[in-house]
């Protein structure tokens, strides 16, 4: 009888044990890192409703305070890899941001990450991670386009809307995405199109991925471009890029600006031009000796929307130019920095622009 209940208990044992285990694997939060670079988010004016204020003023840890119904959604950490405007973000902060995303992805248990960035140069990170990081796991970029101080601050609800995209398993797969004022919006299209405005962010060519409701991602829509790890890109031993500079076109513009990149070395030009990407005389021979000096050039165009097309009114493969499609010049630069570090083959960096 003793031998019977003493089966009989610790059966039951196990039985409880099994049970506890299973409720807890059912309950526990999924972990979520987000990487704290600055910017307005982070920002703090002299009064609620003041017009100027020091972006990158607080850390991870307040702006984590300041939302404490992430801890209802997730298992938040926080690391600070900056504090900046992100008018200062640079190529070393972009590769630093790239190795470290790789590294957190690949721990199991992580669901996957946001970063709060400043608005200015938000859509040249979120591209360049695009490109750059190794997995499915979903990359959020956030931000604000007011100051933590600021009456009706946007920074509180665009993170928790960020963690909760990012713990959403639709959101697997759809590459690095940047989130504010309820929209989702793909890096490889996203622009910011108001100096002001907290709807500053806006998809020009194919409008938003989705739509943040109720605390849960809605897509109704996927980016048909190559990414994460679909991208040939591999920054894992880089320590920095290529130089590529931008040159805008305009009314009267010469080969000044153009004569100056090749002589402070750099290795490739994206040419803002005018309409679909194109430049006057002058500035096109310059670009054209450029080219046979062996420097890449990109024609892209200062309009905010549609393609810049290859030969349609220049003579690109004449001229030994890629055209940048559907990328804008800031994006542009991005890829091009990036596949120059496979290769200086006019066509074959072509082929990265009709891809990414």
Known sequence: ?????????????IVLLL??????????????????????????GSSSTAAQ?????IGVE????????????????GEQVVNISSQDMTT?????????????LLQEHVAGVVITHGTD???????????????????????????????????PRNLYNAVACVV?????GQGVMLLM????????DVSKTHTLNVSTFQSPNYGPIGYMYDGKPIFIRSSHKRHSLHSEFDVSTLNDLPRVEIIMGYAGANDLFIRAAVQAGVKGIVYAGVGNGNAPAAALEALAAAAQQGIAVVRSSRLPSGPSTQGNEVDDNRLGFAASWMLNPQKARVLLMLALTKTTDYQEIQRMFWEY
């Open 168 to 172: 959403a398993p639709e959101s697997k």
């Open 121 to 155: 140069t938000q859509e040249e990170t979120a591209y360049f991670l695009n490109l750059t990081v190794k997995s499915h796991k979903p990359v959020v970029l956030t931000g604000s386009m007011r100051p933590s101080t600021a009456l009706s601050a946007d920074g």
């Open 92 to 104: 070393q902060i972009w590769l630093s941001l790239a190795h470290r995303i790789n590294e957190i």
């Open 62 to 77: 307040l702006l984590l305070a300041a939302v404490p119904e992430l801890s209802e959604i997730a298992e938040v950490k």
């Open 181 to 188: 004022d309820d929209r989702i919006l793909s890096a490889d």
């Open 19 to 44: 049970s506890t285990t299973f409720l807890a694997a059912q309950t526990q939060k999924p972990t979520v890192y987000i990487l704290a670079t600055g910017g307005t988010i982070a920002g703090t």
């Open 1 to 13: 009888m003793i031998h019977f209940l003493s089966r009989s208990f610790l059966f039951s044992a």
């Open 53 to 57: 204020y020091k972006p990158g003023d």
